[in-house]
């Protein structure tokens, strides 16, 4: 029997998806496939802005044919958007034909779920369980060798007054430090060349006396070749024991997700953030004064209700002032239950669009120009995959940034030394000169 998953959103939902597979294999599904061929498919949905709902909402429409054909097809959707007030009850009316909901909680009980649909042959759907686990025991398929996601904790207490995830994911729960730490192990032993340790907010992360700098640390002195990552940071929770870490263990990746939001005090109030544009630049200016070649990202939104034009531009001026090497940037999109979206000055759908172009133009070309540096210097990037259009391998540095070379024999895994060609927007074209 064959499986076929579609997944949306963040990291977290991509290793939520290794972590259902793993559930299906335990279910008697052996092989992926695609959705024509597939026994079950099962999406594993995001609901952080309306375009993603959008997406699962069109998409889920055309499953419709392959019910119809295919007697016994299961159809399971889960994940954030299941777990949404109201959101539940409008996929059955909308999508009569899905099997089974099942919320992010569930995932150990999605095996039971399958069962019982096959047993009873009504619909099933588990949205809101009394249990948020930490620890779900579940065997994930993972799909992302040379890179493992191991998650730390879950959930998020923060309340940004712009973010559905603590309504969806619930409080925050950290995972036992041994038990992190036992998988990171295993993973090393299993030739995993990265360990990216993942949570909405890894700065709470807290195991009785273990934090999360701490944590980080015990990771990277485990014996063996590999380095790592973590996301995502929050700016309010930022330590100058995070930065000694990351100084002194040369496995820690000198990369730092640290999301602004916005550049505009009134704005990050309103956003609740808890810290202002002063604040966050003196972090950075710390960061850096420690590790000068710290690659920072971020993540902007453009748009917040009652943003006005002036405080838009105190967002571009920190991004000139913060030198991000790159940053994901969205237009607002309100989001039923928060607080923002009972806020009264929405600001005018073309307004908004008119200032991503702005801010993503300003983002491409200091992208652009730090790009353009890299010319004819070595950089090591792990090598992820292989590009079969280009006939390229590729990988990623330390810093996040992508590079493309050519080799005679299979790449992916190993550490490679690449001389800079040059440069092509964000990506670099290199000649392989080494492996670790
Ligand atoms: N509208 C637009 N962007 C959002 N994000 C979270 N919620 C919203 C929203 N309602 C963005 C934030 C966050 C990233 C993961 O998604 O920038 O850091
Ligand atoms: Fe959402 Fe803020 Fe929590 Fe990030 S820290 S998941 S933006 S509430």
Not at 20 to 41: F, H, K, N, Q, W
Not at 274 to 279: G, P, V
Not at 337 to 353: N, Q
Not at 369 to 394: F, P
Request: proline share 3%.
């Amino acid at each position: 029997m064959k499986y076929h998953i579609v997944t949306y959103g963040c990291q977290m939902n991509l290793h939520e998806s290794e972590k259902i597979a793993g559930v299906l294999r335990g279910e008697g599904y052996t092989e992926p496939s695609s959705a024509e061929e597939a026994d079950i498919i099962v999406f594993n949905t995001c609901c952080i802005r309306e375009n993603a709902e959008n997406h699962v909402f069109g998409n889920l429409g055309a499953l419709k044919k392959l019910k119809r054909q295919k007697k016994g097809l299961i159809i399971a959707v889960g994940g954030c958007m299941v777990r949404e007030e109201g959101k539940a009850a409008l996929l059955c009316e909308r999508f009569p034909f899905i099997d089974i909901l099942f919320g992010t909680h569930d995932l150990s009980a999605l095996g039971e779920l399958i069962r019982r649909k096959r047993a009873e042959r009504k619909k099933i759907v588990s949205v809101r369980g009394e249990r948020e686990e930490t620890e779900d025991g579940i065997m994930p398929v993972r799909t992302s060798y040379p890179n493992a996601w191991v998650n730390i904790m879950y959930g998020c207490n923060n309340f940004c007054s712009y973010c559905i995830v603590p309504y969806v994911r619930g409080r925050e729960r950290s995972r036992r430090a041994e038990d992190v730490m036992e998988e990171v192990r295993a993973l090393v032993r299993e030739g995993y060349r990265e360990i990216t340790l993942l949570g909405q907010n890894v700065d709470s992360y807290r195991d009785g006396g273990v934090a999360f700098p701490e944590l980080l640390e015990r990771v990277a002195q485990v014996e063996g070749d590999f380095r790592v990552r973590f996301m995502t940071s929050h700016p309010k929770d930022f330590t100058e024991e995070l930065i000694a870490v990351m100084k002194r263990n040369p496995k820690v990746c000198n990369h730092l997700h640290l999301p602004v939001q916005s550049g505009s005090n009134r704005i990050l109030s309103l956003m609740n953030r808890r810290y202002t544009r002063e604040k966050y630049l003196a972090e950075l200016e710390l960061l850096r004064r420690e590790i000068p070649d710290c690659a920072v990202t971020t993540d902007i939104i453009v748009g917040f209700p009652t943003e006005t034009e002036e405080e838009f531009r105190e967002t571009l001026s920190l991004v000139e002032e913060a030198d991000f090497a790159s940053a994901f940037t969205f237009i607002y999109s309100p989001r039923t239950g928060t607080k923002a979206a009972a806020l009264d000055g929405r600001v005018p759908d073309e307004v908004s669009k008119e200032r991503l172009a702005r801010l993503i133009e300003l983002v491409n070309e200091q992208t652009r120009r730090k790009s353009a540096q890299y010319t004819g210097k070595t950089v090591e990037i792990l090598c992820e995959d292989r590009d079969e259009k280009k006939g390229l391998y590729l990988g990623r540095d330390q810093y996040g940034r992508m590079g493309y070379f050519e080799s005679a024999t299979d790449a992916v895994g190993a550490f490679v030394q690449l001389r800079i060609d040059r440069a092509n927007g964000i990506s670099l074209y290199g000649t392989e000169c080494g492996r670790r």
